[in-house]
């Protein structure tokens, strides 16, 4: 176990809902990155936060958002959903930036 | 062109096969290399840095070539438990963070 925590773990929206993904990461990780991951694909970046700030954004629209709170734990938010953001929402946390970034077990969102 | 390019695959050995795969990154820049895997369904999970030197993890060999922008995984006497996608990733910006992954390879290694 990584001790990364995401929930839920399965969602169904319906196109045009929001939805927030949340990560609880294991205990002093203050850097937590958002990866999705489609079928057949790698996980692709989304953003990077560390203690509380954005800190890198990947190609992703503003529609995809995110925070992290003073427990370093995250949320995801995604607005006005499309059939494509259907994937794997993976979120990875590590106490710094040379040291492992562990992934939680991921949330498998469908947009239907 | 994508940022982390590797073999389609899916490759399938019998147990005991040795097992290579290739992949190339466009940034040349990048500062950190990783050879991941993924089990089915489940989330990635780091199975050796990879230095320029080149490294090795029991069964597993991983090497750099940063003049040509190659990274390569060996995998010795491949086991049925080596079955899984591996993912090629890279770091432009050093460390474990805002990684870039490849597509992954799919190995299946049967009886």
Redesign the interface.
Known sequence: ETGVTQSPTHLIKTRGQQVTLRCSSQSGHNTVSWYQQALGQGPQFIFQYYREEENGRGNFPPRFSGLQFPNYSSELNVNALELDDSALYLCASSPGANTEAFFGQGTRLTVV | RKE?EQDPGPFNVPEGATVAFNCTYSNSASQSFFWYRQDCR?????LMSVYSSGNEDGRFTAQLNRASQYISLLIRDSKLSDSATY?C?VSP????????????TRLAVHP
């Open positions: 982390v489940k989330e990635p999970k780091l993912l990733v910006s050093g460390g474990y963070n805002k990684l870039i992954f490849g597509a992954g």
